[in-house]
């Protein structure tokens, strides 16, 4: 049973970081595509980055230079390093994985960026 489970979110003043994590469990992040979404209110949810198994990365453009993606094989976890926070940031942050067709979601996390 694989589980990705979120943490790190909270109430941030703009120009502040946060650092998101999605601890996984029942499969290796190595062997996943593992991906970091988005929803805001009254919006569809999207892709914010995404980590490769090789190790390539791909961010949404409004993200780029300000998030990075990375992963700790020894801890099975996947981070979301988020800097120069900005109000429309503001939403529910989600992790995904993904892998030969099967893909597993976490609960989500509150990111709120307002001062």
């Known amino acids: 049973q694989v589980r990705l489970v979120e943490s790190g979110g909270g109430l941030v003043q703009p120009g502040g970081s946060l650092r998101l994590s999605c601890a996984a469990s029942g499969t290796s992040i190595r062997i996943n595509t593992m991906d970091w979404y988005r929803q805001a209110p009254g919006k569809e949810r999207e892709l914010v980055a995404r980590?490769?198994?090789?190790?390539?990365?791909y961010y949404l453009d409004c993200v780029k230079g300000r998030f990075t993606i990375s992963r700790d094989n020894a801890e099975n976890t996947v981070y979301l390093q988020m800097n120069s926070l900005k109000s429309e940031d503001t939403a529910v942050y989600y992790c995904r994985s993904r892998r030969l067709g099967n893909e597993y979601w976490g609960q989500g996390t509150q990111v709120t960026v307002s001062s």
């Open positions: 980590l490769f198994t090789d190790s390539s990365t």
